[in-house]
């Protein structure tokens, strides 16, 4: 019974020392791949045209095809399942 017990005891020591060999591998793997696809510096300037590019141009057009979307769908539906509205 003792030499099973010993044999669990450092296969339980084992097993912990690989987990935390692991979990530091893998956090090294993390490190190297941070430092490896580090993003640049953005400058002002790009930072502007980005915004004018979402708040002037993709924005609206993002909204103007839902409008349009929506009144589609209104038409559509009452052309094939409605019919037009009548008093």
């Known amino acids: 019974m003792r030499y099973a017990s010993v044999s669990i005891d450092s296969l339980i020591l084992s ?3 690989m987990s935390i060999w692991i979990i530091t591998l893998g956090t090294e793997r993390i490190k190297v791949q941070n430092t490896q696809n ?3 510096e953005k400058t002002k300037a790009q930072e502007m045209t980005l915004f004018m590019f979402l708040a002037v141009g993709l924005v609206p057009a993002i909204t103007l095809g839902l409008v349009v979307a929506y009144g ?3 038409w559509m539906y009452q052309a094939v399942i409605a019919g037009p509205p009548t008093h």
């Open 15 to 17: 097993v912990h020392r």
């Open 38 to 40: 580090a993003p640049t």
């Open 72 to 74: 589609f769908s209104i």
